[in-house]
């Protein structure tokens, strides 16, 4: 009976995105499954192309010719049945392609090439020497050369290694009408793997020497030393002995040949250093924490549980609920993804769990090689990793037996994708929790208020810590007025009174952090005489000033310029730099505080490998006494002898052009004050900003959450944003500004005529087209039209949208444009 497979093929293009459907042959009947990677031939010339196994069925419509299967890739499918049903219902919610979602659980290090060969055609093979030389004289020169390659080669030869010649493609057809030669397709399927060769004796260590003498074994002196070496350090690695004695590879293998070792090829797993460490210490939960562990362990198995959110201030000890719950489904056989917002957060959580778990605790997240990405996948197939820590990818991570989810500092920005598939961390942790039964925890002190508001209507489980684990009151928050300030005459970017509490706590042996969203050592750089602004070649912004290499740097796409002298537009000298950055609030700090020893922690000083953890090491262990840092420092780092931290322009995100500024205030402002006065010690905040009467400072020097969710949700309810609508951006981009702009009308034509035919003519719901906030970033202008499901419904919505941007993309819009959908995006700039 005839089994035929729909699959998935490996393609970037949107002409591919749909199930193709192939025959499979009598040898791949027992071995093919739903979920198995697979080699067919694609497209007119039967490239041999990657696929992926989406159904298997008995029957397939009439009439239609169909292709075979070529191979199977892996001896198990690397898929699950809840992947797959996982891809499909992405693919659908985030308007992308099968691949870009299946691109976020594929495994890393899989890699399958593949390339043309030109290769003797089996008529010339048959041939002698004699007969052979013959046919070759007969061609011309281009085509001698090419033949002669081709035997030079053992008669296969790579078609890219001929590119050099001349005309290459030409030759090559008129070979094979002449059949001389064959195309073929090839392939080679990679695994990044790194593999151990172990060596130990084949007989017993007493009884060796007497088996080598009984059998007459002649051995060489270092085949000798590698036999006693053996003897006291058995199952060592071939390549220690090799350094160690100084032997040959040769030498050790021979005595393998003689049958008195034994060889064994085992997998090693890569896995990044710990360079952060903390000490262990076991602590006693309080009454909220125990409440929390007790609620969630008690509901593990239940099915159709609503998600957990632990609201729990700063300090509450919401990683060691997080770790009673782990321990407790490790115990009933079930593993844990740890979710942190980013990698900073990472190396603390890392060793905390570690300290606890030991070797069964993973680590995923960008700065791991992709070998080291590999053996993470593997390890964890081979349930050698249970828990597993890491930024938003790890929740794709292959576990069979997975039990828990959690969330922690879930209001980050950065769990929502902003690549295709651009998806929300939160939806598809919710999803997979809902199919699988899984336990979903949420954590914050500053939850999204989108998040809070279904807590609000009983769509989770809330659960709150509203007392610090050391049991100390949260650092009062001192707001200073910089308009006051600069009255007064102090014209520098720290008050009075933060310099005399940063002298205070270096006095009292104390440690200090300052908060400002925004590295580099200026916002800009511009002329006094003229006004001219430095601005980015390929970006519509202003370059951020870098003090130390005299440079204007980009922080979109990363182009860099020294910045001169004398201004290019009028001449004058009077080039100076404008705002502040990091780097010059280090060094105002060293003007001021000559003997302080001072750290900066942005992406600028943590872009090396380690030198992350280089940083948090160094402060934990009172190296410095100040340590300056932007949002990377804001949450989840805890140091015992923070007793003081200066907010030094709260400002600067209040005033962004986006409808969550005023919540990310809030929040930055909650989360930096709680890095103060975590241990015995008792904490203070100093925050300076020019306004201080907005209700989001208000709320946030009285850490007072729900008074400001009560203020912000009246907002975003008279203006119909996020929760109570969603909104759809559609970004168009290009190099050619002119056909970006006619291209973002003629989607808006499109819409607003499918709209009509359905009878819908009122399209306030609808902003755009207009140029987007930040126009053009690396060299492609941008114009955006955004949707509000106000009168409208989401899906219906959502379909139109599909219908236009990706079934007559090809209609709607030039070859030569980008088109980007974001289902309710971060930002809108």
């Known amino acids: 009976m005839e089994k035929y497979a729909k699959l998935v093929v490996r393609s970037n293009t949107i002409h591919t995105d749909n199930l193709f459907t192939y025959k499979f042959s009598n040898l791949l009947i027992d071995d093919l499954k739903v979920g198995h990677r697979v080699l067919v031939p694609f497209g007119r010339g039967n490239k041999p192309t990657e696929a992926f196994v989406f159904e298997i069925n008995n029957k397939v419509e009439d009439n239609i010719r169909l292709k075979e299967i070529i191979d199977v890739l892996d001896k198990e499918p690397i898929f699950s049945k809840e992947d797959l049903e996982l891809v499909k219902w992405m693919k659908n919610r985030y ?35 004699l007969e052979i030389k013959g046919v070759i004289s ?29 005309n290459i493609n030409n030759i090559l057809y008129r070979l094979n009408k002449k059949n ?74 021979s005595l393998y040949d003689k049958n008195l070792i034994n060889l064994e090829i085992r997998d090693y797993y890569r896995r990044p250093k710990d360079i952060y460490s903390t000490d262990y210490k076991d602590i006693k939960l309080n009454k909220e924490q125990l409440y929390a562990v007790n609620k969630i362990t008690s509901e593990m198995f239940e099915e159709n549980k609503k998600p957990y959110m632990i609201h729990g201030v700063t300090g509450s000890g919401k990683t060691e609920v997080y770790m009673e719950v782990i321990d407790y489904a490790l115990n009933q056989g079930l593993d844990s993804i740890f979710l942190v917002p980013e990698i900073s957060l990472t190396p603390q959580t890392i060793d905390r769990l570690k300290n606890r778990f030991g070797d069964i605790v993973g680590v995923f997240h960008s700065q791991l090689s992709e070998g080291q990405k590999h053996d993470v996948y593997k390890a964890i197939k081979a349930g050698k990793i249970r828990i597993l820590i890491g930024a938003r990818s790890a929740l794709f991570a292959p576990f069979k037996n997975l039990g828990v989810i959690i969330i922690d500092e879930f209001h980050e920005s950065s769990y929502k994708s902003e690549k295709n598939p651009k998806f929300s961390t939160i939806e598809v ?47 009062k928050i001192e707001v200073v007025d910089m308009k006051l300030e600069l009255n007064n005459g102090n014209k ?5 009174r933060l310099q005399q509490e940063i002298e205070t706590a270096i006095k ?37 000033y870098h003090k130390i290499n005299n440079i204007g740097r980009c922080h979109y796409c990363g182009y860099e310029k020294e910045i001169p002298h004398e201004c290019p537009e009028c001449g004058s000298n009077y080039v100076k730099p404008f705002g502040i950055g990091t780097q010059k609030i280090e060094e105002e700090l060293k003007n001021i505080f000559k003997d302080a020893k001072i750290l900066r922690m942005d992406k600028d000083t943590t872009s090396k490998k380690g030198s992350l953890e280089e940083i948090l090491n160094k402060f934990k262990n009172k ?80 850490y007072d959450y729900e008074g400001f969710y009560e203020d912000e949700i009246k907002i975003r309810k008279a203006f119909g944003y996020a929760p109570f609508n969603n909104m759809v951006s559609v970004v168009i981009s290009g190099e050619n500004e002119h056909i970006v702009k006619q291209n973002a009308k003629n989607m808006y034509d499109s819409i607003i005529y499918l709209l009509k035919s359905r009878g ?59 088109v980007s959908i974001d289902i309710n995006p971060n930002n809108i700039l």
């Not at 990044?192 to 080598?212: F, P």
């Not at 919505?797 to 070859?815: P, S």
């Open 95 to 129: 308007l992308c392609t099968y691949i870009d979602c299946i691109n976020l659980i594929y495994p890393k290090g899989y890699k399958l090439n593949n390339y043309k060969v030109a290769v003797l055609n089996s008529d010339i093979r048959n041939l002698d020497q």
């Open 508 to 544: 009292n042996n104390n440690q200090v952090i300052l908060f400002l969203n925004r590295r580099g050592y200026a916002s800009f750089v511009s002329c006094r005489n003229c006004s001219y602004v430095f601005q980015c070649e390929n970006c519509d912004i202003s370059l951020t």
């Open 623 to 702: 190296e410095a006494d100040i340590l300056i840092g932007t949002q990377m420092l804001s949450k989840g780092l805890d140091f015992d002898n923070v007793t003081l931290v200066g907010i030094l322009s709260a400002d600067m995100i209040l005033n962004f052009p986006d409808f969550k500024s005023f919540e990310t205030t809030f929040q930055l402002v909650t989360q930096v004050s709680g890095r103060a006065g975590r241990s015995d010690k008792e904490g203070k905040v100093i925050l300076q900003t020019y306004d201080t009467d907005h209700y989001a400072i208000r709320r946030a020097i009285n």
């Open 760 to 818: 819908i003519n009122n399209f306030d719901f609808i902003l755009g087209p207009n140029p987007c906030s930040i126009s053009k970033i690396n060299q492609n202008y941008r114009w955006q039209i955004l949707f509000k499901d106000e009168d409208i419904e989401i899906n219906l919505l959502k379909g139109i949208i599909k219908y236009i941007c990706i079934t007559k993309r090809d209609v709607v819009f030039n070859k030569e444009v980008n």
């Open 492 to 496: 520098s970017i720290f008050s009075i």
């Open 180 to 253: 001389i030669i064959d195309i073929l397709w090839e392939y080679k399927d990679h695994k990044n793997e790194k593999k151990i060769c172990y060596v130990s004796l084949a007989i017993d260590s007493d009884y060796i020497d007497e088996y080598i003498k009984n059998n007459k074994i002649a051995l060489g002196s270092k085949q000798k030393e590698v036999i006693n070496f053996l003897k006291y350090n058995d199952n060592s690695e071939i390549n220690d002995i090799m350094e160690l004695l100084n032997a040959s590879k040769k030498s050790i293998t």
């Open 429 to 475: 942790a919710r999803y997979m929790s809902h199919k699988e039964n899984i336990s979903l925890i949420l954590g914050s002190a500053t939850p999204s208020v989108e998040e809070y508001y279904k807590a609000c209507n009983k769509e989770y489980e809330l659960i709150e810590i509203k007392s610090r684990a050391n049991k100390r009151p949260l650092p």
């Open 138 to 166: 007969s061609l011309n020169e281009d085509e001698q050369i090419v033949v002669n390659s081709i035997l030079d080669n053992k008669g296969k030869i790579k078609i890219d290694k001929l590119k050099s010649i001349n």
